[in-house]
């Protein structure tokens, strides 16, 4: 079972680190092209688009747990039609997105504390990479089709291939090209059409035997997409509660000066890091639970379970180790303000508890997800978003932003405490 795990976790692992470091990378390049503000502006557009696209993420989680469940189940006529249906739902998302851009831009940018030169900015890259929608839209179906399949090789490679085309195009842009801030836009919308052509050839390489099982009626018919928008509803309700908390955190950073919301987002980054490193194992246990779910295997699955808790524990450990030894080292790699890096001592205690505290609502929802109990996932949400704000508007006159911090780890610990017990100690997943 440890190989099973290691063989799905290792590539996930891959291509979850590549993403926070195309975040690390753009954070640079911000850092060399203006300092605080640039870095600042980043942070912003970042977070905006995160708030949109990780809203879009329940397509990717939802198409992951069901296509894994009908591959145990070996129904191959379900398996081609839920990447059909996966995709129909993604592309009229995108083409949402693109026809409401001006109006979106404008309330998103509006909301955010920041200064006009931070917000001029972040509107040159907020109306760049808006037109990499119908790619990275798609890239959530296609790649949760792929886990679902129990193959997590081709997205590492896909990510890894994309993210090289991201950093490269966007320092050319940027700096050799004299872009600016547009120009890492740009880039991200480059690798993210490369990443979707990519995708579906390495798909008609090695999955084209499934053209034969597609069926266009029975995939769009309406019972069958209920059932996919009804467990989807859940992952998006809690991906929507999820994304506040994350995109509050940095909105209130911005209304603490521009050093605080750059210290934070750099930070930010820290988490970021540890959470795709763990959401490694969270995808390789979408994969195994859907999979033994729809096998009914369940006496395997409460083994899978059991050992994924260890190894995700052991990658936390970890983390708080390099964290604490390294931290300086790594806050230099985004700056060399001093003022920055001095701030981020004040605050680096928070980032070492984030892995010992975050790693079992990351496992959690992998499990949950591939075994579609969905309302368990959005109800701990829920109560651990309610426990966020709260805390947050308790604490924040007397405490600034290390209320923002406390807040965020209670948030962590309430997630997890909520699901370990609406699950029923996790026994709602052997029957």
Known sequence: MNRQILRLAIPNIISNITIPLLGMADTAIAGRLGGETTIGAIAIGTAIF?????NCAFIRMGTSGLTAQAYGARDFREIAN???????VSVSIALLLLAVQVPLGRLTIGV??????????????????????PATVSLYSIHGWFIGMQNARIPMWVSICQNLVNISASIWLAFYMDMGIAGVAWGTVISQYFAVAMSWILWAVHYRRFLKYVDLRQALRLKPMFRFFDINKDIFLRTALNVCVYTFFTWASSGFGEVMLATNSILIQLFT?????????????????????GARNFAALKRAVRLMFFWCL???????????????????IFTDSADIISTAGEYIVWIML?????F???????????????????NSMFVATVSFFSLYYLLVPGLGNNALWLSFIIFLIVRGVSQYYMSGRLGVLYR
């Open 314 to 332: 052991g990658i936390a450990v970890g983390f708080v180790a390099i964290y604490r030894l390294f931290w300086r080292h790594i806050i230099g």
């Open 50 to 54: 995160g708030f949109i696209y990780w």
């Open 82 to 88: 839920l990447l059909v249906r996966s995709m129909a």
């Open 360 to 378: 079992a609502p990351f496992l959690m929802d992998g499990i949950l997800i591939g075994a579609t109990r969905t309302r368990i996932l959005r």
């Open 112 to 133: 955010m504390q920041a200064g006009p030169d931070t917000k001029a900015l972040v509107a040159e890259y907020f109306f760049a990479r808006i037109w990499a929608a």
């Open 354 to 358: 984030v892995p010992l505290i975050g």
């Open 273 to 293: 890091f540890f959470s795709y490193m763990s959401d490694g194992f969270a995808y390789a246990a979408e994969a195994i639970t859907g999979r033994l779910t």
